[in-house]
């Protein structure tokens, strides 16, 4: 008798074929379901709460994603691409995991009438690929030639004003403020692409939150601020044409890792010691003064002696920066972080034109400005209380990230479920262009986005069928923007009118997530679990 053939570990389950595939989307989809609900202006909070008992109340989809800390394999495609999401445009998270999901249950009804997976993932590539072709035909191009035009800018203003207005329930004035600083952030570091668009790095924008005044009070600065005061009372407020060592090694002296114990048996050998240290920590500032720097930002410590001989060298310093904000300095100051003193040279040297400590609030900062790469600004939050900040914090970023995806391309599609049910219609059409198997695929890809206005609809308080119903009524006549209006819980023609819009950007990161996640899903026919290591 042949021995048998061991594969696995003992303890390994396998599941194949499509119990594998129908196990997976089951998990895929009931993490979709619960997304559903949050969905929209008027879609409802979950409540999380984490092992430690910490509690998170949110509607974001990113946030609930990766705060559920799910198992199952299959649902964490999900959260892969609602993660993917997140960092391509910073929107769409919540769409981009309900449309998987409904990509999904799609997909099982095709299975069930014994469409082969494979013919599955062709239909809906087709289909995505055919959608990602028609939505700049769907949308509206905003010109953005000319970024200073008042044109422009007012685009630019609705834009982020659609964004603040759904999520941040601030005053008229302090919508204005942060939309302004926004915009001028936003343009400042924006650089031109051949294609047209523009190239906005967000990480040259740095946002910091100073308790104290409130939202009005907030402020851009073409340059970088620090949280931090001048070291030294004797040191420099104030350096003009500012030469900037940017160091991340201590100036102090090096503490042993181990502790060493030092005999010293007479006054004068404590002297001799302390001396050594002073003269190493003065050959540090010598070298540094020697280069050329005036002013000395630093991510570690500064010895008070140290100080003491920086002061005297007429050196503005400051220390214990924070190592994002060190970063941050040398790509704007043109700097190079400086990690050894000794081999330190004048071209290690960043440049502004001025560095300057100013009182903010209760506070002192330190700014610096006319930094060698104008391009970099901070803004900087006041506010009364941590939670005004942060919230405040989280709106400018959302803000941000709508402004960068119109400028890379300007095109904005209508919202509210408008652009799901004209491509739905768009794509049905080309369904039967292609006919075969992959239609009934193309078609359920068409079904699953029309999933969007029907959940739109749901949240608002409408019923939802009938709701579809009227919006495939208007769209068949043309009417290519009428779509729901959940604020009123009603349907109108021109969602545009009432600023529900999408940057494409958005919108085709959204189909790009879901296809993907759900091609993934359904390209797996076999489940092998190694058994869990007992703990
Ligand atoms: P996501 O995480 O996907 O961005 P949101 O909860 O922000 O999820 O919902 C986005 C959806 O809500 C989009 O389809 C958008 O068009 C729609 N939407 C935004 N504002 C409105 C509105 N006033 N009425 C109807 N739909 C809206």
Redesign the pocket.
């Known amino acids: 008798m042949a021995a048998p053939v061991l594969l696995f570990k003992e303890g390994t389950s396998r599941t194949t074929g499509r119990d594998a595939l129908r196990n997976n989307i089951l998990a895929a989809r009931t993490l979709a379901e619960m997304l559903r609900t ?4 008027k ?1 409802l909070d979950k409540m999380l709460i984490d092992s430690f008992g910490d509690v998170t109340i949110t ?4 946030t609930i994603v990766k705060d559920m800390e799910i198992q199952h394999p299959a649902a964490k495609l999900l959260v892969e691409a609602a993660k993917a999401q997140d960092a391509e445009v910073g ?6 995991v309900v449309l998987a999901g409904a990509l999904l249950e799609k997909a099982e009804n095709l299975l069930d009438q014994n469409v082969h997976p494979t013919i599955i993932i062709e239909g809906y590539k087709k289909a995505y690929a055919k959608a990602l072709e028609l939505l700049p035909q769907l949308g509206t191009r905003i010109d953005i030639r000319d970024l200073s035009s008042a044109t422009t800018r007012e685009s630019l203003r609705k834009i982020a004003f659609t964004t603040l207005s ?1 999520k941040f329930i601030a005053e008229g004035e302090e919508i204005n403020k942060i939309i302004d600083m926004v915009i001028d952030a936003v343009t400042t570091v924006a650089e031109p692409l051949p294609s047209g668009g523009y190239n906005v790095s967000l990480d040259l924008i740095k946002i910091d939150k100073k308790k104290g005044g409130s939202i009005e009070d907030s402020m851009l600065v073409r340059g970088i601020v620090l949280d931090k005061e001048v070291v030294h009372p004797g040191m420099p407020r104030r350096v003009t044409k500012a030469k900037i060592a940017v160091l991340d090694a201590a100036l102090e002296v090096e503490k042993p890792e181990i502790s060493a114990k030092i005999s010293i048996t007479s006054p004068e050998q404590i002297k001799a010691f302390l001396d050594e240290e002073a003269r190493y920590l003065k050959d540090m500032v010598d070298k540094l003064a020697s280069i050329g720097a005036n002013v000395v930002i630093c991510q570690k410590g500064i010895d008070d002696v140290a100080q003491h001989f920086l002061a005297k060298k007429g050196i503005l310093a400051v220390r214990r920066v924070k190592r994002s904000d060190i970063e941050k300095l040398e790509k704007a100051l043109g700097a190079r972080i400086i990690s050894s003193i000794k081999d330190a040279t004048a071209d290690d040297l960043g440049y502004a034109e001025l560095v300057e400590e100013r009182r903010v609030g209760n506070d002192k900062m330190v700014f610096i400005e006319g930094a060698k790469n104008p391009k970099a600004v901070n803004i900087l939050l006041r506010g009364s209380n941590d939670m005004a900040l942060d919230e405040a914090e989280r709106s400018i970023n959302d803000a941000l990230h709508s402004l960068r995806n119109i400028l890379l391309e300007p095109v904005i599609l209508p ?3 408008a652009i799901e049910l004209e491509l739905a219609m768009k794509l049905r059409e080309y369904a039967r262009s292609v006919g075969g198997k992959e239609q009934l695929a193309i078609e359920a890809f068409a079904d699953a986005l029309e999933e ?1 206005p029907m959940i ?1 609809a749901e949240t ?1 308080g409408m019923e939802p069928i009938s709701a579809l119903m009227d919006l495939r009524a208007r769209h068949a006549k043309g009417l290519i923007n009428s ?5 009123s819980g009603k349907i109108v023609d021109d ?1 545009f009118g ?1 600023n ?1 819009i ?1 940057p494409v950007r ?1 919108k085709a990161q ?1 189909l790009k997530s879901a296809t993907e996640a759900a091609t993934a899903i359904l390209k797996i026919d076999d489940l092998i679990a190694a058994a869990p290591l007992k703990s």
């Open positions: 949050s969905l929209g202006p879609g509607n974001d989809g990113a929107d769409g998270t919540t769409s981009a759904s919202g509210g479920g969007i739109l608002a779509g729901i209006d959940a604020l969602v009432l529900i999408e958005v959204v």
